[in-house]
C-alpha cells in the first residue's frame, strides 16, 4: 500500500502516490463511511461516489475541500460506481453547483429511477413482495416509512451521461477502463488502470465486508447469479491495489474474491440443508434462520432480500423448488 501522508484526520483524507485521494465520508449506518475518491489532473477535478446527501456529509464536504484548497465549483465530473444513496446521493447537488457531468451507467441510472423516480411505487411493491414471501405485518409497517427516508439523501436527482461496460474514462491524467459488473446493483461500474493495476472497485468488491446482494421486485431476478458472475470476471484482472467504497484499499484481491465466492457457496448449502431437514420455509423463514430476527428495520430488509436472492439461486440451480400456496404466499422445498 502507497499511502503517502495523512493530510488530516478530521476530516479524514489520505493521498496515495497513484495519486488518488481517499475521503472518507460519514454514514450513520454500520458501514461506519463511504469512500469517495478524488482525482485531480490540471484544472480537471474529477469526484468518484461523493456520498449521500445528508447534512453530515455535506459539512464533510465543506472541511474536506477547504483542506484541499478546494471549491465545490471547481468539480468538472462526478463519476458513479453504481446507485445506491450513500454512493449517488450528493451527485445532482454537486452538479448543480458545479455544472460538472455526471457519469454512471445506463443500468445504474434505470435502477435509480425504480428506487426513487417519480413514478417508483418500491414502497408499495418491496412490503407487498415481503408479504407474500412470509414476512409477518409488523415488519411490513415499518418498510414505507423506511424506504421514503432515502429520499432526500438522494436528490435531486442528477442529470446523469452515460458510461458502457469497456469506456475508457480520463481520471486524474490516466486512462481507466470500466467494467460493468452486476448483483450488488445492477449497472455497477469499476474502474481499472492496467498500467498500475489499481481498480476503483465500488462496492464490487469489499474487504472485511460482504456486499449485500439483494432480490428486489421489478429488478435483476437473479442477482446472486449475477453477482458470482461477475467476481468472476473482476477476478481475471490483474490487481495490484483495490479501492473499494467501504473500509480501505486492500492488496489481498484476489484472496478477497475467492472468500466471496466461497462465502456465497457455504450459505446456499446452509440454506439448502434447512429446506431439507426443517421441510418447506417461506424466505422469511429462512431470513431468519440466516440473519437471526434480531435485527432493525434497515439490516432486515437488506437480510430478507438477500436471502431471497439465495432462494432464486437455489432455484435457479434447482436445489429448491418455490410453491405458491392457494392464499397466494410462496414457499420453497427441495425438488422431489
Ligand atoms: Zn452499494
Ligand atoms: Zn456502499
Redesign the pocket.
Known sequence: MMELNILSHEPEILQYSSGLIQIKIPLDNPLRWVNSYVLQHGRELAVIDPGPRTARAEREWELVLQKLGMQVQEITSIVLT?H?P??YGLAGFFQELSGAAVWMSERAHQEAKLMWGKHSSMSADLPAFFRIHGMPAAWLEQLPGHLDSFLPQVKPAPQARFLRDGDVVPLGGRLWQAVQTHG??PGHLSFWHAESGDLIC??AVLPQIS??VSLLPGSDAQPLHSFLEGLRRLRELPVRTAYP?HRNPFTHYRERIDALLAHHEERLDTAADLLQTAGPQSAFEVCTALFGGRLGIHQMRFAMCEALAHLAELSRRSRAVPREHPDGWISFAVPE
Open positions: 453504481h445506491h450513500d454512493h450488488h446493483a465500488g462496492d456486499p449485500n467504497g
